[in-house]
T-cell receptor, first 113, second 112 residues
Framework: NAGVTQTPKFRVLKTGQSMTLLCAQD?????MYWYRQDPGMGLRLIHY???????AKGEVPDGYNVSRLKKQNFLLGLESAAPSQTSVYFC????????????FGNGTRLTVT | GNSVTQMEGPVTLSEEAFLTINCTYT??????LFWYVQYPGEGLQLLLK?????DKGSNKGFEATYRKETTSFHLEKGSVQVSDSAVYFC???????????FGKGTRLSVIA
C-alpha cells in the first residue's frame, strides 16, 4: 500500500531554473495539498485541490503553480526558482469523507542556489 | 480567522518523564482538533483526534482532551520514551472544504 508518493526526494536547482514536483496517491482521495516546511515556520499551505480539475490558493501561493488533471496526481511547479523557495515540500491527501485525516508523503528537499 | 497556537520548543525530557505540550485555538463554530506527529525524515501522521467538546483522543499512550471552555487541546503522556522524539503539530478543522490549520510544531527530544 503506497499511500502518498512524492518524487523526487531531493533536488538542487540554480536560481531561475524550473521544475515540477509530482505527488501521487492511490487511496482515491478527493483532496490534495502542497505544503512547505521551514525552520520556525511550521507547515504553510501553498495550494490545494478539492477534486480533479480544481485548484485553490493557500497561504503562500506566489511563485508556484499547480495542476490536478488526474484525481490521483497533484503537480507543483516552480517556473523560476528563487533561493527563498529552498524548503522541504510535503504533499498530502485526504477524504473520502472530508478534509481529514491527512495522509502525508515523505517530502521533497529542494535547495535553490 | 481560525488559528492554532502551540508552546514553542524545543522540549527536552528524560526517559519516563511526564509530557505536556500546550495547544490553544481560535475558531468560529465547533471545530475538530487533531495532533499530528512527524518523526525524523518522514511526513506527518495523525496521532489522535477529538471531534467535539469534552472528547478525549488517545493513541500510543498519548492523550488530549477537547476543552471548549478554555479553547485548548493539550497533549499529554505519562511516561515518554526515546522513540517519542519527534515534532508534534496541533491542528484544527473547521468544516466544509476548508483546509486544516496547523500550529507551528513543537520539537520533543527524549534522552535516555
Amino acid at each position: 500500500n503506497a499511500g502518498v508518493t512524492q518524487t523526487p526526494k531531493f533536488r538542487v536547482l540554480k536560481t531561475g531554473q524550473s521544475m515540477t514536483l509530482l505527488c501521487a496517491q492511490d487511496m482515491n482521495h478527493e483532496y490534495m495539498y502542497w505544503y512547505r516546511q521551514d525552520p520556525g515556520m511550521g507547515l504553510r499551505l501553498i495550494h490545494y485541490s478539492v477534486g480533479e480539475g480544481t485548484t485553490a490558493k493557500g497561504e503562500v501561493p506566489d511563485g508556484y503553480n499547480v495542476s490536478r488533471l488526474k484525481k490521483q496526481n497533484f503537480l507543483l511547479g516552480l517556473e523560476s526558482a528563487a533561493p527563498s523557495q529552498t524548503s522541504v515540500y510535503f504533499c498530502a491527501s485526504s477524504g473520502t469523507k472530508g478534509v481529514s485525516p491527512l495522509h502525508f508523503g515523505n517530502g521533497t528537499r529542494l535547495t535553490v542556489t | 480567522g481560525n488559528s492554532v497556537t502551540q508552546m514553542e520548543g524545543p522540549v527536552t525530557l528524560s526517559e519516563e518523564a511526564f509530557l505536556t505540550i500546550n495547544c490553544t485555538y481560535t475558531a468560529t463554530g465547533y471545530p475538530s482538533l487533531f495532533w499530528y506527529v512527524q518523526y525524523p525524515g518522514e511526513g506527518l501522521q495523525l496521532l489522535l483526534k477529538a471531534t467535539k467538546a469534552d472528547d478525549k483522543g488517545s493513541n500510543k499512550g498519548f492523550e488530549a482532551t477537547y476543552r471548549k471552555e478554555t479553547t485548548s487541546f493539550h497533549l499529554e503522556k505519562g511516561s515518554v520514551q526515546v522513540s517519542d522524539s519527534a515534532v508534534y503539530f496541533c491542528a484544527l478543522e473547521s468544516g466544509g472544504n476548508t483546509p486544516l490549520v496547523f500550529g507551528k510544531g513543537t520539537r520533543l527530544s527524549v534522552i535516555a
